[in-house]
């Protein structure tokens, strides 16, 4: 769905540095979110944002931050990455209201050396 | 805090045959429960929905059940082939502010040609 893009695709770094991946999307959605993706473990949402002024933890939020600059754009900040960070991780959108149908970017994966 | 188990976490079907998935949320306020599929590499999209005024839905050959009182719902696919070979994500939320969606750990369905 081009409509949510994530960039960039694939990072790698080493341990202690900060990084930032970013998220834009031009569905018009109020309600943007990051997801952390490792094998067997499904999606674990880290942080999500309703809209521009609201910013909520999700159920893995240690070790990251978010930034909600517009209604359009929401990026993911680990402060000081560590090796078990390396994951692939998703932003998704969806609209205000009662059927919250997620739309994925494409995916970011970042590996922590 | 609100929980969805999703089994089996790998299912092997030979072609042709049925495969269903099992799910169960705990939060009896859900009301919209939908499926994504995730092909080798992609990222997670929506297959079917359903929403709890709603007891079974269907759409060509994948069907959704729900049964509010056990608070479980099912995903069944028919006639399978080897293009249904992907990770599924069942997931429940409710649509009331504040609420958000909580996804079950996915399912690895191989169809064996």
Redo the contacts between chains.
Sequence with gaps: DADVTQTPRNRITKTGKRIMLECSQTKGHDRMYWYRQDPGLGLRLIYYSFDVKDINKGEISDGYSVSRQAQAKFSLSLESAIPNQTALYFCATSAAGAIDTQYFGPGTRLTVL | GENVE?HP?TLSVQEGDSAVIKCTYSDSAS??F?W?KQELG?????II?I?SNVGEKKDQRIAVTLNKTAKHFSLHITETQPEDSAVY?C?A?K?TGG???I????TRLFVKA
């Design positions: 999703q976490s009301n919209y939908p994504y992609k990222r997670p999209q929506l929905d929403r994500f997931a939320s649509g609420f958000k969606t996804f079950g750990a996915g």
